[in-house]
Antibody, heavy 119, light 107 residues
Framework: QVQLQESGPGLVKPSETLSLTCTVS????????WSWIRQPAGKGLEWIGR???????NYNPSLKSRVTMSVDTSQNQFSLKLSSVTAADTAVYYC?????????????WGQGTLVTVSS | SYELTQPPSVSVSPGQTASITCSGD??????ACWYQQKPGQSPVLVIY???KRPSGIPERFSGSNSGNTATLTISGTQAMDEADYYC??????????FGGGTKVTVL
């Protein structure tokens, strides 16, 4: 059974860069798209972006200027960097595996990690 | 940018049918999927490609998609189905789009 686990600092200062890593276990990271999705407290889901193991990326247009994603297939990990953070970036951040067969859906999710932006 | 609209809340009595709608421009020409999220938990896929159920999802969950509206139907709703439900679709420009979520309350 594929499992995903987010890791990274739970507290980031305003204007700094948020960095998270997702470790995939129980299966290969290869040949899939891997996404980051966030959820502010009490609010809905927001897709941040995705990366394929070929290193192809797609980002949410509203966040594109601040987002960078990378993948390390040797470690079965992928990562998110979000620059110039503000309090509005405070959220639970999920990593998820995306299945793409004619359409797309997320079949495996991490447990989520809370990132708070505060000085 | 492409948007999906869901009602904020739906109430249903135990054993009855709950219908949750998700509206978007020509959504029927795309595929929709649905996630269930209980408090403090990660979302769980309950419907993909409009109407397919992943392994382990009860048969009481079903989906449809036509015109501008996708619908998640929970037949014989149980107390354990009380949760937030999110629709999701793919748009060429916006890529992944989520609806705003619907809170299902089983009264």
């Amino acid at each position: 059974q594929v499992q995903l686990q987010e890791s990274g600092p739970g507290l980031v200062k305003p204007s700094e860069t948020l960095s998270l890593t997702c470790t995939v276990s129980g299966g290969s990271i290869s040949s899939y798209y891997w996404s980051w999705i966030r959820q502010p407290a009490g609010k809905g889901l927001e897709w941040i972006g995705r990366i394929h193991t070929s290193e192809s990326t797609n980002y949410n247009p509203s966040l594109k200027s601040r987002v960078t994603m990378s993948v390390d297939t040797s470690q079965n990990q992928f990562s998110l960097k979000l620059s110039s953070v503000t309090a509005a970036d405070t959220a639970v951040y999920y990593c998820a595996r995306e299945v793409t067969e004619t359409s797309n859906w997320f079949d495996h999710w991490g447990q989520g990690t809370l990132v708070t932006v505060s000085s | 940018s492409y948007e999906l609209t869901q009602p904020p809340s739906v109430s249903v009595s135990p054993g009855q049918t709950a219908s949750i709608t998700c509206s978007g421009d020509e959504l029927g020409d795309k595929y929709a999927c649905w996630y269930q999220q209980k408090p403090g938990q990660s979302p769980v896929l309950v419907i993909y490609q409009d109407s397919k159920r992943p392994s382990g999802i009860p048969e009481r969950f079903s989906g449809s998609n036509s015109g501008n509206t996708a619908t998640l139907t929970i037949s014989g709703t149980q107390a354990m189905d009380e949760a937030d439900y999110y629709c999701q679709a793919w748009d060429f420009n916006t890529h992944v789009v989520f609806g705003g979520g619907t809170k299902v309350t089983v009264l």
